[in-house]
């Protein structure tokens, strides 16, 4: 339950219905038979699936035993080390094959596990192929932002910078996105800047968890969920701790919060490694396969997000029917002699007139009415949102 009293709060339940659509994917797959007329032995390809041969048919009958007896058995020991060259496998064939290997032993892989897909086509990383395009980085986490070739004045000094300066440039133009991108900002995230929040009404790390636990419900219990635009990973280390999921998803699109937020999970020895996948991605863009996630949950994120509408959609598309998503942001300043509406008007007039002023930081905060409409307007569906002072919280369900 949320620790707001009822005069303090503000509460809006709205349900609607309203049909999704999935995007399939198809995939395709080749298979080459090879027929090979010697006896001898082709050299062995390690790796790679050997050739099954259907038993020679015997043409005289009194020579069937000695077929059987001898020359059988020399067939048999020559088949088994016969395999198929690597330019006939099928490397879905072979992925396949592993992935059986890997869940008859009780191991997934992390792409497994974590359902990671690619961000261009949404289709899970099945094979190996697929993987090379996207391996976990020599940092340790998978980094599955689209990639964006087209140069940029930005780009190109981010490229020819040393090493150590490279950081210190962001690789979004956004001012939301690239105030979040700073290694300063990183570094203070937990070290002062966090606690700030509470002013504005926010009622502190262990509560906020709590509520967004609870939000997510016993249907996300031993399931995969996201903490989308996870900062330095506070909350992505409370949910490994629990012990209720099966994996947490640390999802953020700064490199400098990803990095922070894998030395703090590093660091606590109380968070369980094997639950976390770090990963960079755009959450206008996220690396799932449609109806695969278990939850998702965004502590004070939206109002950083250059594209609510599109990183909602997003959301929406990659949650399991009948799953949650949650989270918290800032609200607008209410005017207490003002109504609903007319405080409605006031935010919005003061966030577009912001927003032209040079030296913006580009971050929106949101009213009620607003936020309520943007996630009906996505398909979601039990929208409640609870208000105290200036912090919000939401909970969604994808029908």
Not at 27 to 43: D, E, G, H, M
Not at 162 to 188: H, Q, Y
Not at 215 to 236: M, N
Not at 261 to 279: L, N
Request: charged letters at 30%.
């Amino acid at each position: 339950m949320m620790p707001f009293s009822p005069s303090a709060m503000t509460t809006t339940t709205t349900t609607t219905k309203i049909s999704s659509r999935s995007v399939s994917s198809s995939s395709s797959s080749f298979s080459v038979a090879v027929k090979y007329s010697s006896r001898r032995a082709l050299p062995s390809v390690p790796g790679k699936k050997r050739l099954r041969h259907a038993p020679k048919a015997s043409t005289d009958g009194g020579d069937e035993d000695a077929i059987d007896g001898k020359n059988s058995g020399e067939e048999d020991a020559t088949m088994k080390n016969t395999t198929i060259p690597a330019e006939f496998t099928d490397s879905k064939e072979e992925e396949a094959t592993t992935t059986t290997n890997n869940s008859n032993a009780g191991v997934k892989s992390p792409y497994e596990k974590y359902r990671l897909a690619s961000p261009i086509t949404f289709e899970r990383l099945e094979t190996e192929k697929d993987r090379r395009k996207y391996p976990m980085n020599e940092d340790g986490y998978f980094d599955l932002v689209a990639k964006n070739d087209v140069p940029s004045l930005d780009k190109l000094i981010r490229d020819l910078s040393p090493e150590p300066f490279k950081r210190l440039i962001p690789t979004s133009n956004l001012p939301g996105e690239a105030l979040f991108e700073s290694p300063l900002v990183s570094f203070a995230y937990e070290r002062g800047w966090r606690d700030n929040f509470k002013r504005s009404g926010f009622p502190g790390v262990e509560v906020e968890k709590e509520n967004a636990m609870e939000a997510l419900g016993e249907d996300a219990v031993g399931d995969v969920i996201i903490d989308c635009s996870c900062g330095s990973g506070l909350f992505t280390r409370e949910f490994a701790r629990s012990g209720k999921y099966d994996g947490i998803v640390a999802l953020d699109f700064s490199e400098s919060m990803i990095k922070e937020a894998m030395e703090r999970a590093q660091k606590d020895t109380s968070v369980p490694a094997d639950k976390i996948a770090f990963v960079r991605a755009d959450v206008g863009r996220l690396p799932f396969a449609n109806d695969s996630i278990g939850g998702v949950s965004a502590s004070a994120a939206i109002h950083c997000w250059p594209d609510v509408q599109s990183a909602c959609a997003e959301i929406f598309r990659v949650l399991k029917p009948g799953r949650i998503f949650t989270g918290t942001t800032f609200a607008t300043p209410n005017v207490p002699f003002l109504d609903d509406d007319q405080n409605r008007l006031l935010s919005t007039l003061s966030r577009d007139l912001s927003a032209s002023r040079p030296g913006t930081n580009g971050l929106r905060f949101w009213n009620s009415a607003d936020l309520r409409d943007q996630l009906q307007s996505i398909g979601f569906s039990d929208v409640t949102i609870l208000r105290e002072k200036d912090y919000l919280f939401w909970k969604a369900r994808k029908p």
